[in-house]
Nanobody, 126 residues
Framework: QVQLVESGGGLVQPGGSLRLSCAASGFTLDAYAIGWFRQAPGKEREGVSCISKGDGTTYYAESVKGRFTISRDNAKNTVYLQMNSLKPEDTAVYYC???????????????????WGQGTQVTLSS
């Protein structure tokens, strides 16, 4: 049974950092692509970053490039999203998700993903 559990969200000041974790079970982590998405109130869910299966190629939305880093620890079956230089517009519920693409690639289109975690809230407040 595939399960994803996010953690690490919280309240942080602008300019601060958080590290989100996505603990996976029921499948081998590096055999699937993992994506991070976020959804703010009244807005559509948007892709933030993803890491491909196999070689772990990473992709980022332009809005987070240079500030966020996705990584994968296969031994712990966990994917991380290190978020630095946080901005008020980063406030959202963050979700991790997984799917099995045909090659070593991933997309940040939420409709491509089959399994989702429950989300973790990230709030920027001064």
């Amino acid at each position: 049974q595939v399960q994803l559990v996010e953690s690490g969200g919280g309240l942080v000041q602008p300019g601060g950092s958080l590290r989100l974790s996505c603990a996976a079970s029921g499948f081998t982590l590096d055999a699937y692509a993992i994506g991070w998405f976020r959804q703010a109130p009244g807005k559509e869910r948007e892709g933030v970053s993803c890491i491909s299966k196999g070689d772990g190629t990473t992709y980022y939305a332009e809005s987070v490039k240079g500030r966020f880093t996705i990584s994968r620890d296969n031994a712990k079956n966990t994917v991380y999203l290190q978020m630095n230089s946080l901005k008020p517009e980063d406030t959202a519920v963050y979700y991790c998700a997984t799917y099995n693409p045909p090659g070593n690639q991933c997309v940040m289109t939420h409709r491509a993903y089959d399994y989702w975690g429950q989300g973790t809230q990230v709030t920027l407040s001064s």
